[in-house]
């Protein structure tokens, strides 16, 4: 179990990481999550949760899962995981926030 610490502690970061990033972009926000390895950021923009993902796959190789798949509370958000690198999330969210740009 020694090992748990360190394991806790590139959770935090990674999940601060998201969610900063997240929150920094027009069009998007979400609360950072206190313990589990998902966040469920809130799409600000008037697009459908599942056109824009959808939308954001098809241009950008991007996935996540679209809220309103969780029930009504989840309509105009999306599920990701914050498990992996930052480096990964990096590239993943920079595509994400080119993308932002071009949803009305």
């Known amino acids: 179990m020694d090992f748990l610490p360190k394991v806790i502690e ?29 966040a469920f950021p809130r799409i600000e923009k008037d697009i459908d949760d599942q056109r824009f993902i959808l939308d954001l796959l098809k241009e950008t190789g991007v996935l996540f899962v679209f809220g309103s798949g969780f029930g009504k509370l989840g309509k105009g958000h999306f599920r990701s995981v914050v498990l992996p690198k930052v480096s990964t999330m990096e590239e993943a969210l920079d595509h994400v926030e080119s993308f932002l740009k071009t949803v009305v």
Do not use: Q
């Open 10 to 38: 590139k959770l935090k970061k990674r999940s601060h990481y998201f969610s900063t990033r997240i929150n920094e972009m027009d069009g998007l926000s979400v609360v950072s999550p206190k313990g589990a390895f998902y």
